[in-house]
């Protein structure tokens, strides 16, 4: 659901996937009303009449890709039976953004700082704040239950993701390693200095297991 005043209808869409696709390669800066109107076949005009400004594209990304990464982060965790194989899950998911959606997750990765200096901004926060508050929910169930050593969540989850939003700098979809396997590595570097008891470790981060099973159906 797009925030009030959002346009939704004609040509919307499609310049918002444009756009989208320019930040992702060439930066906000970088990205201009002219290249997005040649690519489409449509006046300079016909942007600033669906969004008036660059800023407010760029919180319609913001809050656009917030919104679906939010919808399957709640989706991972109602599938998945505890915190631990909800943390895997959420941390597989992490890495596998980077060929799920993969131009709208870089645009976002890319210009994270940018996100939080203007006011149009706002909703596209409170939807980041709501995610973050899921993943440190699963943390601190996580210790209530004992699957997770004491300590800070909010450190922790701060560190996850720090981690994961600078991999659109490295990761490369066509390279030797899979979005599943550097996905694999990430939720074992994580969950061994977080487990109580290792055993279900190599489950929770198989390849072929039901965590990342979930979570490839979760993302669709």
């Not at 194989?85 to 645009?107: C, I, K, N, P, S």
């Not at 973050?132 to 997770?148: E, P």
Request: with cysteine; proline share 4%.
């Amino acid at each position: 659901m797009t925030s009030p005043g959002w346009p939704i209808a004609g040509k919307s869409p499609a310049i918002l996937a444009a756009f989208t696709r320019s930040v992702a390669e060439h930066g906000y800066d970088g990205t201009n009303f002219g290249d997005i109107a040649g690519e489409l076949g449509i006046s300079k005009g016909t942007i600033v009449h669906h969004y008036g400004t660059k800023d407010r594209l760029l919180a319609a990304l913001h809050e656009s890709y917030m919104q679906r990464r939010l919808a399957e982060a709640r989706l991972i965790v109602d599938r998945l039976p505890g915190p631990p194989e909800q943390l895997a899950g959420l941390l597989f998911a992490f890495m596998l953004y980077q060929v799920h959606d993969r131009a709208a997750t870089v645009a976002f990765q890319r210009e994270i700082a940018r996100l939080a200096e203007h006011e149009s901004m706002a909703e596209g926060v409170r939807l980041r704040n709501e995610y973050l508050a899921l993943v440190r929910s699963v943390l601190s169930a996580g210790q209530r239950s004992g699957d997770f050593r004491e300590g800070d969540f909010r450190l922790r989850s701060l560190l996850m993701f720090g981690s994961a939003h600078w991999a659109w700098t490295w990761f490369d979809p066509s390279g030797p390693d899979s979005a599943e396997q550097v996905g694999a590595c990430f939720a074992d570097l994580v969950l061994a200095g977080l487990l109580t008891r290792r055993e279900a470790l190599a489950e929770l981060t198989s390849l072929d297991g039901p965590v990342l099973a979930a979570v490839r159906d979760c993302l669709g």
